[in-house]
Each structure stands twice: as structure tokens, then as C-alpha cells.
């Protein structure tokens, strides 16, 4: 009868064990914890808190690499944007973001580092559309924005 008891008693923990094995993934990461995110960001004007043109083409959740204090974040826009350069500050000035295989094909994506995702990013873009979709001569500038990352809602990719 007692040993009848344990052996029910080992299963129902055994159970238990299973169970919560099951609803707690192993070495769940949370931002800013080193791993790979995908976190929702908006774009917004450089000078003032207005949503930016660019929030329109925005294609994709940001997938950002956190390492360390070192945050790689690729960004990706759908292609009507026609973004043919992309240009980070990272505090000591504009540089060049990698231009990158975009997951959805003839959309524009690029990659830069940062090590501070919860302030704005400031960017500068040019923006090339051929006259033949915006006539008669095309849209050629170079646009300033900021990119806000909503890092509080980053889910592990
Ligand atoms: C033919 C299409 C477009 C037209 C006619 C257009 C027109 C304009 C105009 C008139 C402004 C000046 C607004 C101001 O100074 O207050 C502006 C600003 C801006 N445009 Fe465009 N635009 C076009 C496409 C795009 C695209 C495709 C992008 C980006 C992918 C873009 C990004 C921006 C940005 C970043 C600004 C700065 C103000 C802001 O952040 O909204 N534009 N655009």
C-alpha cells in the first residue's frame, strides 16, 4: 500500500517536472541578454516627435544581435522606397550602414552596430526614384530621421 502510494506520488512529480519543462524554454534569453531579437521600431522626424515619411515603408521588425554591449541591428524597407544609401550616427558622427541581403527579395535592407538602442537613432537616407515612377524628373534627396526601438518589447528570434 505505501510502496502502491510513493510509486503514484514519483509519477505525479515526474508529471509536474515534465509539465513545467514544457512551458519554460530552456535558457530563455531577455533583451539585452546576448542573443537574437526581433523588435518593432518606428521612425520619426529628425526635429520634432511627428512620424517620419519612412514609417510607411518599413517592411519588417528590426532583427537585432545583442553581443556584449554591441547591438547589431539590420532594418529592412519595402521597394518603393528606393533607399539607395543608409547612414548611421552613432555619436561621433555618419557612417555608412552595410547594405545587406534583404529577406524579402527587392526590398532594401541594411545592417549597423550600435551600443545604445533605447535612445533615438539618428539616420540619414538618400532616397532615388526614377522618373519613370514619379514624374517628370524623379525624387532625388537626402532625408534625415530617427528610429525609435520599442527594446521593451523585443522577442527572442
Ligand atoms: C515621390 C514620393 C515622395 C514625395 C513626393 C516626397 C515628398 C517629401 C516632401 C515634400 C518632404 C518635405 C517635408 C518637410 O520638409 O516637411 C519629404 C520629407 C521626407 N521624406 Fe519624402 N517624399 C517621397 C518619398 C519618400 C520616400 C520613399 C522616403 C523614404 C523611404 C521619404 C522619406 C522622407 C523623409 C525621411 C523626409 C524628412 C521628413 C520626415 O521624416 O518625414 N520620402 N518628402
Known amino acids: ?14 508529471l509536474i517536472a515534465v509539465a513545467v519543462a514544457y512551458v519554460t524554454p530552456a535558457f530563455a534569453a531577455t ?3 546576448d542573443g537574437t531579437y526581433k523588435i518593432q521600431y518606428a521612425a520619426y522626424s529628425a526635429t520634432s516627435t511627428a512620424p517620419s515619411m519612412l514609417t ?7 532583427v537585432v544581435v545583442a553581443d ?39 526590398n532594401y535592407a541594411f545592417q549597423f552596430t550600435t551600443d545604445d538602442l533605447d535612445s533615438y537613432v539618428n539616420i540619414q537616407i538618400y532616397v532615388d526614384i ?17 528610429l525609435l526601438f520599442n527594446t521593451a518589447g523585443a522577442v527572442e528570434a
Not at 1 to 12: A, G, P, S, T
Not at 56 to 62: F, L, R, V
Request: hydrophobic content about 40%; glycine content about 8%; aromatic content about 16%.
Open 130 to 146: 526614377p522618373s519613370s515612377v514619379y514624374p517628370p524628373n524623379g525624387y532625388q534627396y537626402t532625408r534625415d530621421a530617427r
Open 31 to 33: 533583451f539585452p541578454d
Open 56 to 62: 510607411g515603408y518599413i517592411a519588417a521588425p528590426a
Open 68 to 106: 556584449g554591449n554591441s547591438f547589431t541591428v539590420t532594418v529592412e524597407f519595402t521597394n518603393d522606397s528606393y533607399i539607395q544609401n543608409f547612414r548611421v550616427n552613432n555619436g561621433a558622427g555618419y557612417v555608412e550602414a552595410t547594405s545587406v541581403t534583404p529577406a524579402t527579395a527587392g
Open 1 to 14: 500500500m505505501v510502496i502502491k502510494f510513493r510509486k503514484n506520488l514519483v509519477m505525479f512529480m515526474l
